[in-house]
């Protein structure tokens, strides 16, 4: 889904799982209105099942007692939330100038190779996922890959190598 327009419909109803649920209502009371709670009900979401489902956002909505289209919004605005399945590894490569200048394009094509996926793809696996993302802010130690918002710096193909190997 590269343009982020579509939602993944799963059939299935979702829920807060209970570690969630009473996150949840934690952080709920710390809001000064309900709508409030979009984004760290996202990142709730997310953080359960790894990607944001049509079902999850309708739940987030009569959850916070606000339109499914709000939910979908934010959700849509912000890369850092999941619209579809990631591998259970997912891999993001920085594609900007500081990265791109010291070589971040052989650690994609590496891993393009090794297990053969491109950008936004998942591997027949479900074990990998690889995106190209714009900046992690880690301009001094480039290139910079996050595998499951873990920064590794100072990337070569060597690195690459050696951690794709620790992640089996």
């Not at 900007?96 to 996926?117: H, M, N, P, Y």
Request: some cysteine.
């Amino acid at each position: 889904m590269s343009d982020r327009s579509e939602l993944i419909v799963t059939g299935k109803e979702f829920a807060f799982d209970e570690e969630r649920d009473s996150e949840f209502e934690r952080l709920i009371k710390r809001y000064p209105t309900r709508e409030s709670m979009i984004l760290p009900a996202l990142w709730l979401t997310q953080e359960q099942e790894g990607w944001i489902s049509a079902e999850a956002i309708a739940y987030i909505a009569d959850r916070i007692g606000t339109f499914a289209v709000k939910v979908l919004e934010a959700a849509t605005f912000y890369t850092m939330f999941n619209l579809e399945p990631k591998g259970k590894f997912h891999i993001c490569v920085c594609r900007t100038l500081s990265c791109w200048l010291r070589e971040k394009q052989a650690i994609v094509d590496f891993l393009a190779d090794e297990i053969g996926i491109r950008p936004n793809q998942v591997s027949e696996d479900g074990l990998y996922s690889l995106e190209e993302v714009e900046c992690l802010g880690h301009c001094g130690t480039a290139p910079v890959v996050q595998v499951n918002g873990e920064f590794h710096e100072n990337m070569d193909v060597d690195k690459m190598k050696a951690l794709l190997a620790t992640l089996k």
